[in-house]
T-cell receptor
Framework: GAGVSQSPRYKVAKRGQDVALRCDPI?????LFWYQQALGQGPEFLTY????????KSGLPSDRFFAERPEGSVSTLKIQRTQQEDSAVYLC??????????FGPGTRLTVT | DQQVKQNSPSLSVQEGRISILNCDYT??????FLWYKKYPAEGPTFLIS?????DKNEDGRFTVFLNKSAKHLSLHIVPSQPGDSAVYFC?????????????FGQGTTLQVKP
C-alpha cells in the first residue's frame, strides 16, 4: 500500500527492556512526526524530522526516548529501560506539505 | 495546559441528521486547524482543514467553521451516516516558525444510530 506503515503493531515489554518501533513513511514525504497517544487522550507530539534532520525533539518525555531517521526515509523510535508510564500507542505521521499529516496505524506498547 | 479542548467526550445522533462537533483553543498563534477521524486500531485519518484566513471550508458532507474571535471551531456532518461513527479529533498548528507539529484535543466519540 501507499500509506504510512508501522511495525510492530503490538509490543509487550517487561519493565526495564529496550524497545524499537519502526515507521515507513509515504514515499517522497519529507516531513516525519512521532506522536504518543495515551488511552482516552489525543495524540501528543514527540519529535519531528525534515529529511534526516531532527528539527524538533521538544516533546520527547525523557532522555530514555531517542529517534532517528538516518537516510531521510524510515524512522525508528527507541525507548530505553521502558517504564509502565511508557505504555501508549505510538503514532508516526508523514507529510509532503507541512500541515496535512498522514498517520500510520500505530504501535501499541504495553509495559508490564 | 490544554491548548486545544473538545469538551464533549461523546455525541449520539440519528442517521440523516446533522452532527456538530466542537473544539476550542487558547493559543492565538494557531493559524491552521484540522479534523481527523479515528476508527479503533487504526491511525487518525485526515478529514478536512481550515486556515485562519477563512471562516468556512466545505468538502462534501463535511464543513468546518472557524470563529477566530471566540477561538472556536466546529465540524458539521450532514447528513450523518452510520459509517461516520468514530472518534473525531481536532488539531491546531502555528504556521510561522513552526515545525508543523499538531496539538490535538482529547477527541469526541460520535455514534450515528441507524
Amino acid at each position: 500500500g501507499a500509506g504510512v506503515s508501522q511495525s510492530p503493531r503490538y509490543k509487550v515489554a517487561k519493565r526495564g527492556q529496550d524497545v524499537a518501533l519502526r515507521c515507513d513513511p509515504i514515499s517522497g514525504h519529507v516531513s516525519l512526526f512521532w506522536y504518543q497517544q495515551a488511552l482516552g487522550q489525543g495524540p501528543e507530539f514527540l519529535t519531528y524530522f525534515q529529511n534526516e534532520a531532527q528539527l524538533d525533539k521538544s516533546g520527547l518525555p525523557s532522555d530514555r526516548f531517542f529517534a532517528e531517521r538516518p537516510e531521510g526515509s524510515v524512522s525508528t523510535l527507541k525507548i530505553q529501560r521502558t517504564q509502565q508510564e511508557d505504555s501508549a500507542v505510538y503514532l508516526c505521521a508523514s507529510s509532503l506539505f507541512i500541515h496535512e499529516q498522514y498517520f500510520g496505524p500505530g504501535t501499541r506498547l504495553t509495559v508490564t | 495546559d490544554q491548548q486545544v479542548k473538545q469538551n464533549s467526550p461523546s455525541l449520539s445522533v440519528q442517521e440523516g441528521r446533522i452532527s456538530i462537533l466542537n473544539c476550542d483553543y487558547t493559543n492565538s498563534m494557531f493559524d491552521y486547524f484540522l479534523w481527523y477521524k479515528k476508527y479503533p486500531a487504526e491511525g487518525p485519518t485526515f478529514l478536512i482543514s481550515i486556515s485562519s484566513i477563512k471562516d468556512k471550508n466545505e468538502d462534501g458532507r463535511f464543513t468546518v467553521f472557524l470563529n477566530k474571535s471566540a477561538k472556536h471551531l466546529s465540524l458539521h456532518i450532514v447528513p450523518s451516516q452510520p459509517g461516520d461513527s468514530a472518534v473525531y479529533f481536532c488539531a491546531a498548528s502555528a504556521l510561522s516558525g513552526n515545525t508543523g507539529k499538531l496539538i490535538f484535543g482529547q477527541g469526541t466519540t460520535l455514534q450515528v444510530k441507524p
